[in-house]
């Protein structure tokens, strides 16, 4: 009994020695991989740490720095939060779950939190729960054609701004306006987008679009088209006869086009862990006012043979049809869908943005995958792929709207944001799109550039 009573004690002591051992290691080396800003293995190794029971004030703050150093908010927040759990009174750790709120745009909690510290602190972090204008963006660019013959180059341009009301709601409004010439004339579009979102707690959001726009176009168009007609055999009087029919149709458009149109979008966002969910669904109804004159110029050139051996005989036939287009007229379509987006790896996201359009004559299903990198703090990609038929097409919530009928054989978007400092980033756009214009139905390509400037006052 004496030598169990001599035993358990120097177990313990040997036990705590080695936990002691093992205390000194873990934070001797987190600390190391803290100050060489190894924010991937500080991550790795912390969490892994964590997961053994380590649990402690400096430990935590230097996992969730790692964290949030890689944009990894959600991990960020969490050890923050144990953090303060260690130690209450920290302003240290409550500033970065702040922000660690603040850029989950839980903003209501975020709130919490700014209020809980100094006033000191407040002043120098710069941030207003309620901000006239958030943040003011400009763009501007070309797309640059390359058959001219079927239309020519397009200038394009937006301005927006964002506008922080109260912590759980914002809107955001741009305008936009476009200009091109094309084989059949030239076109000018007004457009006006205007977003009221509000955050409902508990990772809920809920956003309806607005977009308005006027379209008008000068059609002065002269074509022409050459095709196979008719193609028989037929015996009379003992002869053998073949005769064949080539149609060419000459066409004038002469008049004006006026197109006012406005789409309806309710967006219902709903965020779990690395997972985002975006179902939504829009009205969009066009009022079209037509006001021109098609003039079609029919020649039928008629070859007939008799066969074998005859020569063949050439006649000609004529006829002229005139149209007024002055019939006002409504063009309506749904759509609605789900965009979903995944969190796989630390800086990349995900998703698709999959649409399903309705139209009394037609139904459509559209899959739009995309995919967003960030490069440390300062840099980011975001790409993605879009094609669609004669239909008006919603993308990413309403922010962006294909109004234009002309068939989309394809469209690459490649957009990279570089922040300058905290107040300013820089956005550069290419796209390349094929198009087939749905008047002439000519084929050509655009080449897209468009620099953006992000401003918060």
Not at 151 to 170: S, T
Request: charged share 20%; proline share 3%; no cysteine.
């Amino acid at each position: 009994m004496h030598r169990i009573k001599f035993i358990l004690p120097l177990l313990l002591l040997v036990t705590n020695l080695f936990a002691q051992d093992s205390y000194q290691e873990v934070d001797s080396k987190s600390y190391q991989l803290y100050t060489e800003k190894n924010w991937q293995e500080l991550s790795q190794y912390g969490k892994a740490a964590s997961e053994k029971g380590y649990d402690y004030y400096y430990l935590n703050v230097r996992i969730g720095i790692a964290f949030f150093e890689l944009k990894d908010f959600e991990n960020a927040k969490s050890y923050f939060e144990k953090a303060l759990q260690n130690s209450s009174a920290s302003t240290y750790a409550k500033e970065y779950l702040f922000w660690s709120y603040y850029n989950l745009e839980e903003e209501i909690e975020a709130q919490k939190i700014y209020q809980s510290l100094p006033d000191s602190i407040q002043k120098r972090m710069d941030y207003h729960p309620s901000r006239i204008i958030d943040y003011i963006y400009v763009e501007g660019g070309m797309k640059k054609s390359n058959n001219k013959v079927a239309a020519d180059n397009l200038f394009y341009g937006r301005v927006g701004f964002k506008h922080q009301f109260l912590p759980r709601f914002h809107i955001y409004h741009e305008y936009s306006y476009m200009e091109q010439k094309a084989i059949w004339g030239e076109m000018k579009q007004h457009q006006y987008l205007f977003i009221p979102s509000i955050n409902l707690g508990k990772k809920w959001n809920i956003s309806v679009a607005f977009n308005g726009s006027n379209y008008k176009s000068q059609l002065n168009y002269i074509d022409s088209t050459k095709k196979q007609g008719s193609h028989y055999q037929y015996s009379s009087g003992g002869s053998n006869y073949v005769v064949d029919t080539v149609i060419t149709s000459h066409y004038l458009f002469r008049g004006g086009y006026e197109q006012n149109s406005v789409l309806a979008q309710l967006n219902i966002n709903k965020r779990i862990k690395d997972w985002s969910f975006t179902s939504h669904f829009n009205i969009y109804q066009a009022f079209e006012n037509p006001n021109y004159t098609r003039i079609v110029d029919y020649s039928y050139n008629i070859r007939e043979v008799v066969m074998p051996f005859s020569p063949p005989t050439f006649s000609q036939q004529s006829n002229s049809d005139t149209m007024l287009f002055n019939k006002n007229n409504i063009y309506r379509q749904l759509q609605y869908g789900l965009d979903f987006n995944i969190k796989p790896i630390k800086n990349i996201i995900l998703g698709a943005d999959i649409n399903y359009i309705y139209h009394s004559d037609f139904s459509k299903l559209n899959i739009i995958p995309y995919i967003r990198l960030y490069i440390g703090n300062s840099f980011s990609l975001f790409a993605y792929y879009v094609q669609k038929g004669n239909y008006v097409l919603s993308l990413f919530e309403g922010t962006q709207f294909l109004n234009s009928f002309d068939e989309l054989k394809h469209k690459v978007n490649l957009t990279g944001m570089v922040r300058i400092s905290s107040k300013v980033e820089l956005y550069t756009t290419f796209q390349n799109g094929k198009i087939i214009d749905n008047l002439s139905l000519r084929e050509y390509q655009l080449n897209s550039l468009f620099i953006g400037v992000k401003f918060r006052p």
